[in-house]
């Protein structure tokens, strides 16, 4: 008896151990392509790009010499970093800001039970199903100092200023541009998320007698509030790293007013050949991202329904 | 989770990291291409040229030196990447290990291929290659391509800039003629801007349009501020010359002629010669293919400005990578691109260096669309022509000064002022 039993105890665990075995190589099996991925696409690279970081390489001459943190050095006194720096700002700023207000009112009026609203949400995520490059192409032609909207603005004797040959309305078109493309796909996130905003909470603040205005701010915006920080980290990484419409739209000018980080590192690595200088800016840019996104993560508490 | 599982996870993780960096490295690295190839090998040149014409030339000109040395090369390749990323897209080659063996090379990025040691010297291959002729490749040409003794590149293409001529709208704004005005030393930049002005007036569309100038190849001015004879620094390349007064008088006299006089067009604004709306247009003769028979048109050489009359030309080098594979096999096959035979053939498309072929009979074979008198005027706008500014920090210089003279292109700007910038701006780039 004793011994069946004390078979019986030793065979489970046995069994369990099997178990958990197999369940553990399943389990691995089914990471192991987005783990792969994520080793070779991200790790490795950002690995090697730490180390380039660390080196002064000369495509041309085919050096590569170890100069320790000399590249990061060299970022502290280039005034070019620092006006690309501002430059990003402001660009970040103006996307961030106009993009999350423009999606979010978007998606409160198609939100509506209105006739015609289908049509315009297919009109306003269209954009974003439209090749950049394409996309930032006919933007170039519309911007021209004497074509496009300059041409239909002097169809009602209004002179248009120079769009793209100013600093201020360069950044402005750039930051506008940028906003068209990618304010449909926020905007159907955030439509989502105020579909799924229970009637019944709504219903029982109107009962209570509270405006719409007090049911947007204290009931929609809260409830909303996880598909906002979800908008928010997208929006503001994915405007860190512009770089086609600049490039194709601007190319960093006039002077430098729309010279952005990601075309300041483009620049430094792939026309000037500084790929050691280039790499400690990318480093400098992940860490902005990071530092950004775990901020806006921290935060959330404070600010998200749900985490509080 | 125990210590020893959690050890044995993080190295497991360690050693899948470790393969995935393996793995990168060999995909990527490659051998350091010291080590020539025992058989015959395939060489693969860069081209910023799409022209099926011009690539079924070169084909035909490899395929003939396969056949004749297969023991030494088995296929020549010749790659397109766009002109406006070339530079760009060959120094990711470098970067990412794999070179080409040949390539061509803009005339600007020439000092820095050269002074970097990105090139191999081909002169002792071309001189020593029987039948070659090396003393017919013009010295001018060669300068640009020349650290000391060593030679780093052919310079195949020597496309000098003209004045094309819409004689069509001229003669709808009731304008002279260039070409009448030449005989009386009448052809100046002053003269070309009135011209222009006049017809925009009469006409509307564009007058004088630098071709691909667009505010931003700022080195292509380089063809109108050689009338005042200014260059944007010195020839040893160490000291910002933007601020001379010869330069600061020429970019006045273009600033003038853009937002005072309405004869050049402003930045921002469309205008395209071969479209028919232009009046006249400072390009390469190489842009003739685009004209369609739409309009009348003339070539006449640059006009003079209030110093001289100064000819521009845009070269392109052909060179040996010394990162390539089989860097003499490459310098080998480069002497037979370039012999006196397949120069005549490359000649119909690129104005050759060899001045035995630098005559109108040669090159009209390859511009049918010209008469004789204007290929005198091409030939005669290659010799002793000057070659666009280069430098051998190129990039850094270019983009650094195009920012700075930005604040040139806007009807109240203070040229004197903004050309002091552009100095400030790229004379630490100049010294290096």
Known sequence: ?????????????????????????TGYAFVAPAVIGALAFVIVPLGAVIWYSL?????????????????????????????????????????????????LFLAVLLNQHLP???????????????????????????????????????EFGITGPNWLRNNVTAMISVIVVQVFKNVGLNMVLFLSALQSVPEEIQEAARLDGAGAWRRFFSITLPMISPTMLLVAILTVVGSLETFALIDVLTDGGPGTSTTVLVFYLYR??????????????SVLLFVIVLALTLLQWQTRKRWVFHES | MSPQIRRRHFLSMVGIGALGTTALAACSGGDDGDEPAAGPVDLRMTVWTASEDHLGLFQEIADAYVADHPDEVSSVTFETIPFESYTTSLTTQLAGG????????????????????????????????????????????????????????????????????????????SQPNPADLIASGGWTYDAARDISAAS???????????????????????????????????????TCEFDSPEMVAALEWYQDAVFAKNAIPGPGTSADFFAGDTTM??????????????????????????????????????????????PQAAANFLAFFTNPENSASLSLYFPPPRES??????????????????????????????????????????????????????????????????????QPLLEG
């Open chain 1, 1 to 25: 008896m004793t011994s069946i039993t004390s078979t019986g105890q030793a065979g489970r665990p046995q069994r369990r151990s099997a178990w958990r075995r197999r369940d553990a190589a």
């Open chain 1, 55 to 103: 080196h002064e390489w000369n495509v041309l001459a085919n050096t590569f010499t170890f100069v320790g943190p000399q590249n990061y050095q060299d970022m502290l006194s280039d005034g070019a970093l620092h006006d690309s720096l501002i430059a990003s700002l402001w660009f970040s700023l103006g996307v961030v800001v106009l993009n999350i207000t423009l999606s």
């Open chain 1, 116 to 154: 015609g609203t289908t049509l315009f949400r297919v009109l306003f995520f269209t954009p974003v199903v439209v090749s950049l490059v394409a996309w930032t192409i006919v933007w170039g032609f519309l911007l021209q100092a004497d074509n496009g909207i300059n041409g239909f603005l002097a």
């Open chain 1, 268 to 281: 430094q690595a792939f026309e000037f050949n500084q790929f050691g200088y280039a790499s400690a800016i």
């Open chain 2, 98 to 173: 794999n070179p080409p063996d040949l390539a061509w090379i803009f005339e600007s990025n020439a000092p820095e291929f050269v002074s970097s040691g990105a090139l191999v010297d081909v002169r002792e291959t071309l001189s020593g290659t029987d039948g070659y002729d090396f003393e017919d490749v013009g010295e001018s040409a060669l300068e640009l391509w020349e650290d000391g003794d060593a030679l780093y590149a052919y310079p195949f293409s020597n496309s000098p800039f003209v004045m094309f001529v819409n004689t069509d709208r001229l003669a709808a704004a």
């Open chain 2, 200 to 238: 925009v007036a009469a006409l509307g569309g564009a007058g004088l349009v630098v071709r691909d100038f667009d505010y931003m190849n700022w080195t292509n001015l380089a063809t109108v501020w050689g009338g005042w004879d200014a260059q944007p620094w010195s020839a040893d390349g160490s």
């Open chain 2, 281 to 326: 247009t400072i390009t390469q003769i190489s842009r003739a293919s685009s004209l369609d028979g739409s309009f009348n048109w003339d070539i006449v050489p640059l006009p003079a400005g209030p110093t001289q009359q100064e000819n521009i030309v845009g070269q392109a080098g052909v060179g040996v990578l010394a990162a390539g594979q089989n």
């Open chain 2, 357 to 426: 072929l630098l005559n109108p009979e040669t090159l009209a074979a390859g511009n049918p669309l010209f008469s004789e008198a204007q290929l005198d005027i091409v030939v005669d706008s290659i010799s002793g022509a000057t070659t666009k500014p280069s430098h051998a920090n190129f990039a850094q210089v270019d983009t650094t000064a195009r920012g700075a003279l930005d604040a040139m292109w806007s009807a109240d700007a203070d040229v004197a002022a903004v050309a002091a910038d552009v100095c400030e701006a790229i």
